[in-house]
């Protein structure tokens, strides 16, 4: 976010110079902020431009109830980024899809990562920050909704004879395989059930995911194990990413078994031709389109 943010922040600089160069002679009114809208909805900052930001101040407009972030871990927002001077709209997520970061100075920038270190999940922050003393970064105004990295919901009693699954201290699912053949069905189990949208397999969704070779147990991919969530278009996933997770809905945890024709098929040229792989995806966003 850091590259994105700071760039539109100095594409809208000069008009912040411009509107500085405006005398006024009234008396000094303080000014005030508000943020209006639900957590998880496009908010309204309310707010008379140009709004005159002295220093970065970062406040909580909603406490979450999730763990604290913590530095160099994935962070999922949802935001609104506008210019102080103008009350323009910069950039947004809303509308579409929440972006994953990790939380460090670098990728997002020294003030917002010092904002969201120590803040629950679940938690809406506001942050205002001035412009650059050279003028080239503009005064900004950022709402941000702090979104879970890992399902939310309901633990569900899966059925017998299916891979079981743990969860590590960091969070992350590790996958049991049991003895024996693996299924020549997909299989589909909700390990948790969220509360959020149902999706389609036309969505576009953003997950965390493992995946583990049935033969070896070795996991193949993991989320977990790199930068955290990405997104996919079901459309262009396996078939039992299609199949499997059209109807869940977000905040699920969903335990896919896929032999080779709902993965990887029995052709050549593929390292995992051949193999039944077991998924575990957490479903963490997902736009539904509309129906026609």
Known sequence: MSRTWQSLRRT????????????????????????EGALGTAPTIVYQPPFDIVGTKASTVVEGQGDRLRPDEPVL????????ATGELIDQTFGGLPKAYLLTPEELSLE???????????????????????????ATVLVADILPTQAQGEPVEPRAGLP??????????????????PPTELEVQTLVRGTGEQITADSTVVVQYTMVRWDTADVVDSTWEATGPRSFSLAETITGWNDGLAEQTVGSRVL??????????DTEGHDLSGKTIVYVVDILAATVPEEE
């Not at 000069?14 to 005030?32: H, K, M, Q, S, Y």
């Not at 205002?128 to 003393?133: G, I, R, S, V």
């Open 77 to 84: 927002l949802h935001y609104r980024l506008e210019s102080a």
């Open 164 to 181: 079981a699954v743990t969860v590590a201290d960091d969070g992350m699912p590790v996958v049991h395989i049991p003895e024996g053949d």
């Open 12 to 35: 809208v600089g000069a008009l912040v110079v411009v509107l500085a160069l405006v005398a006024c002679t009234e008396a000094p009114v303080e000014a005030t902020i508000e943020v």
């Open 112 to 138: 917002l990562y010092e904002a969201l270190v120590g803040t629950r999940v679940g938690s809406r922050i506001l942050l205002l920050t001035p412009a650059d003393e050279a003028g080239v970064s503009a």
């Open 256 to 265: 896919l078994v896929t032999p080779p024709v709902w993965a990887f098929g």
